[in-house]
């Protein structure tokens, strides 16, 4: 029983580069979302989804990007990384309707130097 | 302002000494409040889960939210070791578009 699975679970980034972050859920949730936390900062969300093919900005959306091309799939893409955006990520989904527990992945811890 | 603000702790108490965990918000669509646990380089786990108003107990764990107040508290009792973590209180308007607002966390430690 998978639930949110990240990958990959850790990586280091020259500033400049490029890259995408992959979130896979077995659950059939309709809700994705791609979180950031930082210390003292919580998590913050950066982007979600409502459903296969949309998407929607969050608190801190800048610099980023994502695609939801398929319902299981959730992807937070990097163009040029910056120091700033040094981070742990976290993929979480979450069912349609009023009931709103989320169920998280185990992170990607991101380095960009 | 944020939308809900937590005391970021560090919060140590020793062993069996009753826990308190508290946010308060401002946004007062919210309707669905929640506690969840991090244990150290992991994801956060869903611990409560409540619906308006009221009080939640599970196990040593009592979830309280005053909507008048815009407060929620999150009790824990016979604290153990076991229990140290970050504490995050999050909550959600249930609406369509619904998106879930986390707390900053409070990090907890129980001295053995």
């Known amino acids: 029983n998978a639930g949110v699975t990240q990958t990959p679970k850790f990586r280091v980034l020259k500033t400049g580069q490029s890259m995408t972050l992959l979130c896979a859920q077995d659950?059939?949730?309709?809700?994705m979302y791609w979180y950031r936390q930082d210390p003292g900062m919580g998590l913050r969300l950066i982007h979600y989804s409502v459903g296969e093919g949309t998407t929607a900005k969050g608190e801190v959306p800048d610099g980023y990007n994502v695609s939801r091309l398929k319902k299981q799939n959730f992807l937070l893409g990097l163009e040029s990384a910056a120091p700033s955006q040094t981070s742990v990520y976290f993929c979480?989904?979450?069912?349609?309707?009023?009931?709103?527990?989320?169920?998280f992945g185990q992170g990607t811890r991101l380095t960009v130097v | 302002q944020k939308e809900v603000e937590q005391d970021p702790g560090p919060l140590s108490v020793p062993e069996g000494a009753i826990v308190s965990l508290n946010c308060t918000y401002s946004?007062?669509?919210?309707?669905?409040f929640m506690w969840y646990r991090q244990y150290s380089r992991k994801g956060p786990e869903l611990l409560m889960y409540t619906y308006s108003s009221g009080n939640k107990e599970d196990g040593r764990f009592t979830a309280q939210v005053d909507k008048s107040s815009k407060y929620i508290s999150l009790f824990i009792r016979d604290s153990q070791p076991s229990d140290s973590a970050t504490y995050l209180c999050?909550?959600?308007?249930?609406?369509?578009?619904?998106?879930?607002?986390f707390g900053s966390g409070t990090r907890l430690s129980i001295r053995p």
């Open positions: 659950m059939n949730h309709e809700y």
């Open positions: 999050a909550m959600s308007a249930g609406s369509s578009a619904s998106k879930i607002i």
């Open positions: 946004n007062s669509a919210f309707q669905y």
């Open positions: 979480a989904s979450s069912d349609l309707g009023d009931d709103t527990e989320a169920f």
